[in-house]
Each structure stands twice: as C-alpha cells, then as structure tokens.
C-alpha cells in the first residue's frame, strides 16, 4: 500500500530496503511480533483487563512478553513512535 | 507515590510494575490510554490554594503526591467510536493540555524522564554531535540529499557503508498497523545507479563497523549496565541484531572501559535525561564505537535474560532526589 502510493511521488532511497511485514518469508521482526503481541492482546484482553490494572498492584501476569526492540523514540505530545 | 506514566499494552511497565510492588514502594499506574476510565478534578482560585486529583476504581492520589514519575511510553487517549478525526484530534488535546498540565504543574516529580527532554535526545544527528563532544567515537556518517555526496562517501569506503533511517523504522498504514519496516542494510555497488534517490529525501549512510559485539548501555541514572549482544554469531543479525526478532541471540553482561562509561554518562546527563539505552559497536580492533541513543529504549528483556538489574537502579534512580 504505502510503496504503491509512494510510487506515484519521488521514492526514497531508504525504500528500496523496506520489507513487508506481512508477506515476508523470514521469521517475524521485533517490529513485527511487537505489533502482532500488540494486536493479539488488544483482542483478548476485556475492559475489565484494562480497568484492573491500572492502579492495582496484583495483575501483573508472570511470563508475559517484553518487547524487545532497540529503538528510539520521538515523543510528540502522548507518543513515543516507536523506531 | 511513583507514578508510572505509560499505555496499557505496555509489557515493559507491568514488568517494572510488578517490581515495584515486590518492593512495596507505593505507587500508581497512569495508562493514558485509558485516561477516559479517570475522574480529574483541579481547582485554583485566588483565596485558595490549588488542588488536583485523580481517581479511578475508587482509589484516589493527589498529583502532589507524586514524587517521581516514569515516563514509558503514553498514547493517545481511548475515544468513543463515531467521533470525525477531527474532533477526536482537538478531545485529545483537551485531554492532553489537562494531564499534561496537571503533571507538570502540580507535582514536583522527577521525571525519568521528562518528555521535552526526550525530545530533545531524539535527533540521530545531534546525537552523533553530542556523542563525539563527549568523547565517544563515532562512525565516519554523512546524512546527504545529494546524490554525488553519497556516491563520493560510498566510493571513499569502498562501499563498505551501511543504510539507516534518521528516525524510526516502522511505515504505517492508514488504520496505523505497521505495513513495512527497514532495518539497518548494507549496500553494493550494485545500488550505485540509484543513488539519485537520495534526492528524494535525506538519507544517512555511515561507514559499515567491523564488529566483534553490539553493546546495549542502559544509563540510568549514575548507574551504566552493558550488555553484549552476540550478533556476529548468526548471520541474519550480523548488520542490524534486531532481526529475526533477535531470536537464537546470545548476550552476556560487560563491564565498559571507565572511559567509555564516564562518557555515556555525561552524553547523557547532558540531555537531562535520567535513562537511555545506548547502542554501541565494539569492533575488531577493540574500538568501541557509538551508534544512537534511545530516550525510551527497550530494557526489560535484558533483565529477563541475563539478569541484570535494572529494575532496581530505575527503582533507585525514581526514589532518589
């Protein structure tokens, strides 16, 4: 999607090494399994979730995965971009 | 109180998390996200002293309460569904302006670490600026939008260079899942007649290193923690160890030349920031060489797996003045 609509503008030279997340045959990224993990919870996880974690100091699973990419972030306003 | 200030996906904050209650240090958990859940209230007047308050699930805190606060990673607060992009983006900022405000202005927390700070750390440039000031070395880097500079730079190293973003890695689509990423690459001269891409949009090329180890440096505070990461013993991690979601990855816990310490120390004190995770080289020669600096860099891994303590210096770092 993005390559296609970059097409029509000039690429960068950067773009010539960007890989799909989606269709590529290696092993998930930390990009990638961040953003999946991301999106798994996201499905699973209820609003009572949510609600029971903040402030509490009991719901912290065991064995959850930690995010493991290096990267560094640009805050702007809430959000830390993830690099 | 500390409040840990981050989103509810956060991985890394329940695993501080569940630290800092092990250690029964009072504490609080600010998903921003889900800053909808929260009742605000903050009231000022002439003839009274301000006051300010949050509450969720029937516990309360005083933002004066909070003496420090972990600055993780915030998002954008949860809205409604229906609202037009635009509305959503100026609720937001209401949003934004009253925490934000609050946080600022009626604590006298330290931040590990402040936003603005944050910011101010997170231009590659200025970094390697920084870092060569503060003594570290840096990689022979030209960030060029002309492509006769990069082919000169590349012709110079013999085409030994390597390709990175200036920022962060990740191409998002419209509903902002990530559709592409780049990694650091290495170049050929195979690439040299698209150098005129370049024009497009500033690029970053630097001197490919020879390496022996990736090292990630997490500062915090006046404690420096290094950790080795073996990369060159698989070859998909050989130019940039994040790939293959680093797995099979071998790392075993370093202790850094004083130098080389005392500096990333500085560089970062530098910043007013309280913690980074820094990436560095030690190449074949027994150089080490400075990569970038990450404000809000990925840690709890590390501890995972080779046990080092951060938890306990952010702890420290949080409870100290």
């Known amino acids: 999607m993005v390559t296609k609509r970059a097409t029509a503008v000039r690429l960068p030279f950067l773009s010539l090494f960007f890989e799909s997340v989606c269709d590529s045959d290696e092993a998930p990224s930390a990009v990638h399994a961040l953003a999946t993990k991301t999106f798994n919870e996201s499905k699973g996880q209820s609003d009572r979730d949510f609600s029971d974690r903040a402030l509490s100091t009991k719901t912290f699973k ?6 493991q990419d290096t990267d560094i972030s640009a805050p702007t306003g809430w959000e830390t971009e993830i690099v | 109180v500390i409040g840990i200030l981050s989103n509810s996906q956060d991985a890394t904050a329940n695993f501080f998390q569940e630290f800092v209650s092990r250690s029964n240090t009072p504490f609080v958990r600010i998903d921003t996200d889900r800053l909808g859940d929260f009742t605000l209230n903050f009231h000022i007047s002439d003839d009274r002293k301000a006051s300010a308050s949050f509450a969720i699930d029937d516990q309360i805190c005083e933002f004066d309460e909070l003496n420090a606060l972990y600055y993780r990673r915030p998002k954008p607060p949860s809205l409604p569904a229906g609202l037009s992009p635009e509305l959503r983006a100026w609720i937001e900022s209401e949003y934004r302006r009253a925490w934000g405000g609050l946080l600022e202005g009626a604590t006298k927390a330290k931040w590990v670490n402040h936003p603005f700070a944050i910011s101010a750390a997170s231009y590659k440039p200025e970094q390697l600026i920084r870092a060569k000031n503060h003594g570290v070395a840096v990689p022979d880097t030209i960030v060029t939008t002309s492509p006769s500079t990069a082919r000169s730079f590349c012709q110079m190293h013999d085409w030994d260079i390597v390709v990175k973003p200036l920022g962060y890695g990740e191409i998002r689509n419209d509903g902002q899942e990530v559709g592409q990423v780049v990694y650091t690459n290495v170049l050929d001269r195979s690439l040299d007649p698209t150098l005129s891409m370049v024009a497009n949009c500033p690029t970053l090329f630097q001197k490919h290193l020879s390496k022996e180890i990736d090292i990630r440096a997490t500062v915090i505070g006046s404690t420096c923690i290094a950790v080795a990461l073996h990369s060159q013993e698989n070859s998909f991690s050989a130019v940039d160890c994040r790939r293959n979601d680093m797995v099979g990855m ?35 020669e027994g150089s080490y060489w400075f990569l970038e600096l990450n404000p809000s860099g990925q840690w709890a891994w590390l501890e995972q797996l080779v046990g080092v303590p951060i938890c306990a210096a952010l702890l420290e770092c949080l409870c100290s003045k």
Request: net charge positive; charged share 20%.
């Open chain 1, 62 to 67: 065991k064995g959850q995965p930690i995010e």
């Open chain 2, 250 to 284: 071998r790392y075993s816990p370093i202790v850094l030349p004083t130098s080389v310490r005392d500096s990333l120390l500085s560089l970062t004190s530098s910043y007013r920031l309280y913690f980074a995770a820094i990436d560095l080289v030690l190449d074949r």
